[in-house]
């Protein structure tokens, strides 16, 4: 059984709340492009400063190496602007520095302390016991109360500030985190047949998930598209000329077209993409797989209309949808469309479930409404979903 903020009295109490504000930034970083993950945890932070906390905020932006990798300053600036109460930050997460400033917090005060991922151990992952002794847990434990975890849409990550704290401070689910265990715990009781729409560019995360609900019969189709569909295609033999091997390369997602290839040669539930969209010339083009120019000079950037087509049928016969990850590079309106017609359909299903931080940006910068259930995690959401536990809940309940 979790225990919620429900259960806690935070007057004066010193709070260590981790919370998943990994959101997309602006070209060049210099700021966030989209603040949704920031206004969800809105309500456990206003709650925690209203009930005179003295709140450390831990959270992380990207990953190592990757353009989005960046401090937690703009995201500090934007919860100052966001909650009613004064909200700090700390350019340290567990040095001395961190532990004076959060030390130095008055009850109703937040401060924001630097990305988590900043240390290398962050990035590994961990058992908890072996979390609770790593450096970032050891230095910031002791000038702390309790532990509040709201960060759901990381919870799929055994990684030491989602699973460390609760082995040496008695650990609470926040409000999102209550909310969305209770509406995705249940995918059971959704309407089948049950679609997964599975795109975007975290293909470890997605060919897992596959693999998880199709051996426990909780899918009845998954369509892939975005880099998911691409290195599907790939591992089938498909020919997409050598810039989307050079991309699915250069991005290290060459190991995961033999798991894929695996998964496809196990499941006839699994379908690829028919054509892609790539550039020419500066417009977009349609090419079907099966007649690819193995000279493209461009990745397959979208799905293409004919797949559109064949995936919307099944989308309009399904009881429940569940999305994540965009279809194509959406960002760019020319390669948005596959996104938009797909996402467009999903909304219209008897149920639909979307996550994921790019996933949920999409459907805003592409105006989608309609979904049952916009989740704030796109990896964490489809763990669950797949009936597969979550490390940072299990240390939670330990
Ligand atoms: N065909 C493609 N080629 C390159 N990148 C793609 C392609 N399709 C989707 N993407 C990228 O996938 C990213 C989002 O993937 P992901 O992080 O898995 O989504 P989420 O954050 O919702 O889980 C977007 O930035 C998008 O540009
Ligand atoms: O954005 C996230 O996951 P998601 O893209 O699956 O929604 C979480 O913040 C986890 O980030 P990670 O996938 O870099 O561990």
């Not at 695996?262 to 499941?267: A, K, N, V």
Request: hydrophobic share 40%; with cysteine; charged share 25%.
């Amino acid at each position: 059984m979790l225990q919620t903020l429900d259960d806690l009295d935070l007057e004066g109490v010193a709070v260590g709340v981790r919370i998943d504000i990994n959101s997309p930034l602006a070209n060049g970083n210099d700021g966030l492009a989209d603040d949704a993950r920031l206004r969800a945890h809105v309500e456990t932070l206003s709650e925690l400063a209203e009930r005179g906390a003295r709140v450390a905020v831990l959270a992380h932006q990207g990953r190592p190496g990757d353009d989005d990798f960046s401090t937690l300053a703009a995201h500090a600036d934007r919860l100052d602007e966001l909650l009613d109460a004064p909200v700090g930050y700390c350019d340290a997460t567990f040095s001395a520095a961190a532990r004076e400033a959060v030390a130095g917090l008055d009850p109703g005060d937040l401060v924001v302390l630097e990305n988590t991922r900043f240390y290398a151990e962050e990035y590994m992952e961990f058992e908890a016991a072996d979390a609770a002794n790593t450096h970032l847990v050891e230095g910031l434990a002791p000038v702390l109360d309790v532990y509040v975890n709201d960060a759901f849409a990381a919870a799929h990550r055994s990684q030491p500030s989602l699973v460390g704290f609760p082995e040496r401070l008695p650990g609470y689910a926040g409000r999102v985190m209550e909310r969305e265990l209770d509406v995705l715990g249940a995918i059971e009781e959704t309407p089948t047949p049950r679609v997964y729409l599975l795109g975007g560019a975290k293909v470890g995360d997605s060919v897992g998930v596959a693999r998880s609900v199709l051996e426990r019969g909780l899918a009845d189709t998954v369509l892939t598209a975005g880099v998911v569909g691409n290195v599907c295609l790939l591992a089938g033999g498909a020919e997409l000329g050598p810039a989307t091997s050079e991309f699915v390369y250069d991005h290290g997602y060459w190991d995961e077209i033999d798991r894929a290839g695996d998964l496809l040669d196990t499941y006839d539930e699994i379908e690829v993409p028919r054509d892609v969209a790539v550039e020419r010339d500066g417009e977009r083009h349609e090419v079907a797989v099966d007649e690819f120019p193995p000279a493209a000079d461009s990745p397959a950037m979208d799905v293409g209309g004919r797949t559109v087509s064949a995936y919307a049928e099944v989308i309009e016969s399904a009881g429940t949808v569940i999305l994540n990850g965009p279809a194509g590079v959406f960002e760019e309106e020319t390669f948005a469309h596959g996104t938009r017609d797909l996402y467009t359909a999903a909304a219209g299903a008897e149920y639909s479930i979307v996550g994921g931080g790019d996933t949920a940006a999409a459907i805003r910068q592409l105006g989608i409404e309609g979904f049952s259930h916009v989740s704030t995690g796109g990896g964490a959401s489809l763990t669950l979903l797949a009936g597969d536990s979550l490390p940072a809940v299990e240390a939670l309940r330990a």
